[in-house]
């Protein structure tokens, strides 16, 4: 688990990260909020503007021609105190995932 504090409207303040490097992640926020990606939804929506030039074209950023079968997270880092960067078994890691877009996103908005 990551835990993370920050200065942040409490709805989008991030207060727990478990992170399942092959199923998913749950994410905990400060008002009791908590969401669940699985990989594969967390790396078809990378926000990175590769992947959403990829989608707008539509196209889909994984997977990638000789990449691994089954994705995987192989780290994942905060990036300062608003979101957190994955590092991908197919060797991807440009997208930036904030806190405030994994919660919009279990509330329903759009994943792009």
């Known amino acids: 688990m990551i835990g ?9 303040e ?6 399942e490097r092959e199923i998913g992640i749950t994410a ?3 008002d009791g909020h908590v969401a669940t990606f699985t990989v594969g939804e967390l ?10 030039d990829l989608r707008d074209r539509g196209k889909t950023p994984w ?3 000789n990449g691994p079968t ?8 905060f990036h300062g105190a608003w ?12 997208g930036i995932y904030p806190f405030e877009t994994l919660r919009r996103w279990s ?4 994943r792009r």
Do not use: K, M
Request: with cysteine.
């Open 4 to 12: 993370q504090a920050g200065g942040v409207e409490e709805r989008y």
């Open 70 to 77: 089954t994705l995987a997270i192989s780290d994942a880092r």
């Open 63 to 65: 997977p990638l021609p």
């Open 43 to 52: 790396r078809l929506a990378c926000p990175c503007a590769t992947c959403r």
């Open 28 to 30: 905990r926020f400060a």
């Open 14 to 19: 991030l207060v727990g990260l478990d992170v």
């Open 107 to 110: 509330e329903g908005d759009q």
């Open 83 to 94: 979101g957190v960067n994955f590092t991908w078994n197919d060797g991807h890691s440009t």
